[in-house]
């Protein structure tokens, strides 16, 4: 007989392990009891369960592909039909679909918040974090998404990190386990295959280092990930979603630059970061606002190093921003209010003010009527705080310039000598136009001929 771990053992082989903490505590004190939970048709009738299932599935599931729909709505109506404890973590994640999908609908269900905490009741039961589940792991993946829509980023930020705990836990981040689990005889009524097994920690994975970085937090990281990469499916896009994602210089990620030297400076780093996410296919706006939103987090970290702005950092902002305004207009205009419609619109707002050219300056107008769109299309307290930000930094930019202006108008005032003109047989020098597409950072160093041509006479 193999000796216990201290740890913890699991007994018994024909049903559902149970751990024994065997020496782990005193035992002293009973553990935490568990809840009995209601079951989800006392909120939600399984029609309206139907519909607004439907929307979560054809308007976030191709990017957060967590399960096959198909499967997902026959074990609905086996849910319906014969409700049981043993069913309580796939309650919450139907309420989590559920919840989801009415804040992507322009009519939400009126009990959209009471499904929430139903499933953050079941979420945060004992019984479920003693053996955590597949359908738990999607649960609190939901919960993740459905904060990152709703609330502060620090809730979204933590039940990202309990996300990927949990993966850890039950073993999604290692192919070896991920095989185990797909050929359990009930991976068919699930429908947690090897590859939906794959979808789902690759998509956490995705959506929690996105939003650490964004939040200039420390990631999750696993002593080693073998977890295989997502194949590309029909009607989703989610393979698309992790590799944004692996942009990141994030722990465990497989991406690698195609650099063949060794970059010179975190400024270069970052640099190398912007074109190759510059280079991915994205064809979902939801994605084109990803993507933008994190050249917009690699450059706010190129501005924070004090490092050089090169013109070819700028225009890849640019166009990334620009593309993200054309799609956050998109959703907005069929009613599909995604988190980053407003973020990545706000942000760009933000970065163009901060970049500080006429390459940049050119777009302004065109970001704050986006961002005025939007709030129109989703008129609420923060939308509105956004906007009056927005309007605030361009009005200290304004200030800013006039006060520029002011300490050049009083030099030009002050001229004391030669204030007439000169005469014409006098005026040998002929300087060219110039505007803003010299360089006139050559004005700094000699010599300044090169700037004005070889042809004059000084």
Not at 178 to 201: C, E, H, N, P, Q
Not at 259 to 287: G, N, V
Request: glycine share 6%.
């Amino acid at each position: 007989m193999a000796f216990p771990h201290i740890l913890g053992v699991a007994l018994g082989s024909d049903s559902p392990p149970k751990m024994h903490s065997f020496a782990y505590n005193f035992g002293v004190r009973p553990e935490e009891a568990s809840q009995a939970h209601d079951v989800l048709g006392k909120l939600i009738s399984e029609d309206d369960l139907g519909f607004f299932s439907g929307v979560y599935f054809s308007e976030l599931a191709p990017i957060a592909d967590l399960m096959d729909s198909a499967i997902y709505a026959q074990r609905c109506r086996d849910y319906y039909r014969s409700p049981g404890s043993a069913a309580a973590a796939f309650a919450a994640a139907a309420a989590g679909v559920a919840a989801l999908g009415s804040f992507l609908s322009p009519d939400r269900h009126p009990r959209e918040s009471e499904m929430v905490q139903y499933a953050k009741a079941i979420l945060d039961d004992p019984a479920s974090m003693r053996m955590p589940s597949v359908d738990y792991i999607v649960a609190w993946g939901l919960r993740m998404l459905y904060l990152r829509a709703t609330a502060f980023p620090n809730s979204a930020w933590i039940a990202s990190c309990t996300v990927m705990h949990l993966c850890e836990a039950v073993g999604l981040h290692e192919e070896d386990n991920i095989k185990k689990m797909a050929s359990v005889s009930d991976a068919a009524t699930t429908g947690y295959d090897a590859d939906r097994l794959r979808r789902i920690f690759w998509t956490a994975w995705a959506g929690h280092n996105i939003l650490s970085y964004e939040y200039d937090r420390s990631p999750v990281r696993f002593r080693a990930l073998t977890c295989q990469a997502i194949v590309p499916a029909a009607g989703s896009v989610a393979d698309q979603f992790v590799r944004i994602a692996q942009v990141i210089p994030a722990p465990n990620s497989p991406f690698r630059l195609e650099c063949q030297q060794p970059l010179a400076s975190p400024r270069e780093e970052l640099f190398e970061r912007i074109k190759a996410l510059s280079k991915l296919e994205c064809t979902h706006p939801f994605l084109v606002m990803t993507k933008a939103d994190l050249a917009f987090c690699f450059y706010r970290r190129i501005y924070q190093l004090k490092m050089d702005i090169t013109d070819e950092i700028i225009q890849l902002i640019i166009e990334s921003g620009n593309a993200a305004v054309g799609a956050a207009e998109q959703l907005a205009g069929q009613g599909r209010l995604f988190w980053n419609v407003i973020g990545s619109v706000f942000h760009y707002t933000c970065v163009l003010l901060a970049i500080d050219t006429p390459a940049a300056s050119m777009h302004i107008a065109a970001a704050f009527k986006g961002l005025e769109k939007l709030v129109v299309a989703a008129d609420t307290g923060l939308t509105r705080e956004a906007l009056s930000m927005a309007r605030h930094l361009l009005s200290l930019k304004k200030d800013k310039k006039r006060k520029e202006l002011a300490q050049l108008e009083a030099v030009e005032a002050g001229y004391q000598l030669f204030e007439e003109p000169l005469e014409e047989s006098e005026a040998v020098v002929t300087a060219p136009e110039m505007g803003w597409g010299w360089d006139w950072s050559q004005f700094l160093v000699e010599p300044y001929l090169s700037m004005l041509g070889s042809d004059v006479q000084l």
